[in-house]
């Protein structure tokens, strides 16, 4: 992150999940804004039978291949897996998010096998080139409950064998819209990040109709396209800002930009203050 950035008290609503947010709400302070804590998810335990979750843990020696989605997918497998029979020695681990690939070397000690590279997703991760000639190789996808089915489809199709293993489920937290309306008349928001589409469509569900006229005229930090079309969809009219990557510094470096165009813009009277 640029230590020059200054957000000069910005408000920043942080959307992540309780327990991921800190991190992001730190980086904003250090940069001299204000975040604004509103988790739009809430990480729970799978609704699967939990023997269901046991045998296929107890199966993970005849899969060639580990791919975890997210963090939270990492940190729930591998207490799963270390709680059962620990991990398998001939299985490769693949991430496809650096938050993912950092996870799994704090928790294990070693780095992933394969990581995607820039900008980090799906289709990234596909064209590493452990992920092509595939035929009859066993794959394991730990993930959240249901998500976009672009990588097993994908791996299928290159003659794999792929299993999910759903680890977490993830939920819509209970706040009252009241709670967001005194935030926004208290200056508290002045933008806001998304880091996921089920994020998305919650703060949206949150929010109500009462808060709709100011939420979507409030810009937003997205870190990929795909949010990007979604939040137009629902009727975001402001802008859309798209990082470089799905990384905290990536995030502040954006908000840092919009805001120091918005200082900008006032101080040559080309934008007056849209509230």
């Known amino acids: 992150m640029n230590s020059t950035i200054d957000l000069h008290g910005l ?28 988790p739009t998810l809430e990480i729970l335990p799978p609704e699967r039978p939990a023997h269901e979750l046991q045998r296929q843990l107890d199966q993970l020696s ?37 938050g ?24 990234a991760l596909l064209t590493n080139s452990g992920m092509q000639n595939l035929s009859d190789r066993n794959i394991i996808i730990f993930r959240g409950n ?57 703060l949206v569900h949150l929010a109500g109709s009462a808060n709709r006229h100011w939420l979507f005229q409030t810009p937003l930090v997205l870190i990929n396209r795909r949010l990007a079309t979604l939040a137009q969809q629902f009727g975001f009219s402001q802008q859309l800002l798209i990082t470089n990557e799905a990384s905290d510094n990536a995030m502040i470096d954006t908000i840092n930009d919009w805001a120091t165009q918005q200082t900008t813009s006032r101080c040559t009277g080309v934008i007056k203050d849209e509230r």
């Open 11 to 38: 408000g920043v609503m942080v959307t992540r999940p309780a327990h991921q947010a800190e991190p992001l709400c730190q980086r904003i302070e250090e940069a001299g804004g204000k975040p604004y804590r509103v």
């Open 62 to 98: 005849t899969f060639d291949l580990a791919i975890f989605i997210s963090p939270n997918a990492v940190e729930r497998a591998i207490k799963l897996m270390q709680e059962r029979n620990g991990l398998p020695g001939q299985l490769k681990l693949a991430t496809v998010g650096r």
């Open 100 to 123: 993912s690939a950092r996870m799994i070397t704090r928790l294990l000690g070693r780095k992933p096998d394969i990581c995607a590279p820039p900008p980090f997703n799906s289709e």
């Open 146 to 202: 249901s998500g976009r089915e672009l990588l097993a489809d994908t791996l299928r199709a290159r003659g794999a064998k792929v299993e999910y293993c759903e680890v977490y489920r993830r939920a819509c937290p209970e706040i009252e819209p009241a709670t967001l309306t005194q935030a926004w008349e208290l200056g508290k928001i002045g933008i806001i990040t998304i880091t996921s589409g089920e994020g998305l469509r919650n």
